[in-house]
């Protein structure tokens, strides 16, 4: 077996391990002094496990990306309105550690829209086939992260809402565009990924949930 060969059969192993590289040595790092140098590469970060996500789904076409497009253009829309008009959210603004912005919005959020729509769409879809309950089960898990990573947020310079509030508004309004997403992804694309997308999770669940218990 060559190295492509060898490369190609573990590819989901080492994806794995790439993920839980990237969040352990950033948790570490944030830790021990550097949270100025780890915080700023989020945007790395992200790219990296879309990247991941991108080289695991079998026979990639453009028909895919197109369909991953979704809602990465649904998440900056709502997250535009949100931004601007304090709509479907609430009022908030983004601070300095996501990257580029449009409209006041990160690209890199976008990013994480289409992540996490893949990723919670990939765990559920093992054991639900309805689209309907899938879409439900699905975006109930993206509201669960989002109640974590709410807690980081601020904290990180990630986002921060008016009067430091995180309002009932917020939740609501993730789990409708979620929702709609998860209808579209369940019905239209059916390469999922279980185990790259349960060691997502589970590295994203560990990094926020870490630093929710611990301040720094």
């Given at each position: 077996m060559n190295f492509a060969e060898l490369l190609n059969r573990y590819k989901v192993e080492l994806s794995i391990f790439t993920v839980w590289l990237f969040h352990v040595s950033a948790v570490i790092g944030i830790l021990i002094g550097y949270k100025d140098w780890f915080l700023p590469l989020t945007p790395l970060n992200l790219l990296v496990c879309l990247g991941l996500i991108l080289w695991n789904i079998p026979a990639l076409k453009i028909?895919?990306?197109?369909?991953?497009?979704?809602?990465?253009?649904?998440?900056?829309?709502?997250?535009?309105?949100?931004?601007?008009?304090?709509?479907?959210?609430?009022?908030?603004?983004?601070?300095?550690?996501?990257?580029?912005?449009?409209?006041?919005?990160?690209?890199?959020?976008?990013?994480?829209?289409?992540?996490?729509?893949?990723?919670?769409?990939?765990?559920?879809q093992r054991w639900v086939k309805n689209i309907v309950l899938g879409a439900l089960l699905a975006s109930a898990l993206m509201v669960l992260l989002d109640l974590v990573i709410e807690i980081v947020a601020p904290r990180f310079d990630f986002w921060e809402f008016d009067g430091g509030e995180v309002p009932l508004q917020n939740f609501i309004g993730w789990f409708a565009v979620a929702f709609l997403a998860q209808l579209i992804h369940f019905r239209f694309f059916k390469k999922h990924q279980f185990k790259l997308s349960v060691g997502i999770a589970l590295a994203f669940f560990f990094f926020f949930g870490f630093f929710a218990v611990v301040e720094i």
């Open positions: 028909q895919d990306l197109s369909l991953l497009l979704v809602p990465f253009v649904l998440g900056m829309v709502a997250e535009i309105l949100g931004v601007n008009y304090g709509l479907i959210f609430g009022s908030y603004d983004y601070g300095a550690n996501l990257g580029w912005k449009f409209m006041g919005v990160p690209l890199t959020i976008g990013m994480n829209w289409t992540i996490l729509v893949f990723i919670t769409a990939s765990i559920v």
